[in-house]
């Protein structure tokens, strides 16, 4: 059980464009979900947090206008990437608690969407 | 400010060599840590520790922690290629989401 996924696995786009990233946990619900990112040879950062029905939290350095989330229902939370850039060409991680359990339990985490902005 | 530090940051060894992989954590209201291995996707889970001293084994891997020292440490025996990955140690800083080390990247070599 708490399998997550993400849709695309990967994703080429041209700069100005932007890109959406879905992260859907199949079998439980998560009221809320964590976006992060991970640049080559680097470890993941945390960039927001999702919350269903409500604002997501940004970590600082994070825009909040650029990097767009949706948390709509309790199995899926969305991320857009605005106008993108080639500095944003990365890899894009969500991860999920099934709800009621508290976070700092074991994450589950999707696999990975990797962005290449040209 | 929250920080966990792993060592080393890389590593390569022979098929069959035992490793031990470091992490050590400052975090507010610690309450876990966690090992995760990652290969080419997202990372998968390995262990989550508690308490200090009480060993978690899976197979060839096991884990223990030291809440005296804020440390944790990852052995891996009899190590096989398939070993090769980035290991992730982190903590949760109080009831938020994990910070991650930067990661120990193990080549094994045959």
């Known amino acids: 059980g708490a399998v997550v996924s993400q849709h695309p696995s990967w994703v080429i786009c041209k700069s100005g464009t932007s890109v959406k990233i879905e992260c859907r946990s199949l079998d439980f619900q998560a009221t809320t979900m964590f976006w992060y990112r991970q640049f080559p040879k680097q470890s993941l950062m945390l960039m927001a947090t999702?919350?269903?029905?409500?604002?997501?939290?940004?970590e600082q350095g994070v825009e909040k206008d650029k990097f767009l989330i949706n948390h709509a229902s309790l199995t899926l939370s969305t991320l857009t990437v605005t106008s993108a850039h080639p500095e944003d060409s990365s890899f894009y991680i969500c991860s999920a608690n099934p709800s009621g359990r508290r976070v700092y339990n074991e994450q589950f985490f999707g696999p990975g969407t990797r962005l290449t902005v040209l | 400010e929250d920080k966990v530090v792993q060592s080393p940051l890389s590593l390569v060894v022979h098929e069959g060599d035992t490793v031990t992989l470091n992490c050590s954590y400052e975090?507010?209201?610690?309450?876990?840590l966690l090992w995760y291995k990652q290969e080419k996707k997202a990372p998968t889970f390995l262990f989550m520790l508690t308490s200090s001293g009480i060993e978690k084994k899976s197979g060839r891997l096991s884990s223990i922690l030291d809440k005296k020292e804020l440390s944790s440490i990852l052995n891996i025996t009899a190590t096989q290629t398939g070993d090769s990955a980035i290991y992730l140690c982190?903590?949760?800083?109080?009831?938020?989401?994990?910070?991650f080390g930067k990661g120990t990247r193990l080549s094994v070599i045959a």
């Open positions: 975090v507010t209201n610690f309450r876990s």
């Open positions: 999702s919350n269903e029905g409500s604002k997501a939290t940004y």
């Open positions: 982190a903590a949760p800083r109080g009831n938020t989401p994990l910070v």
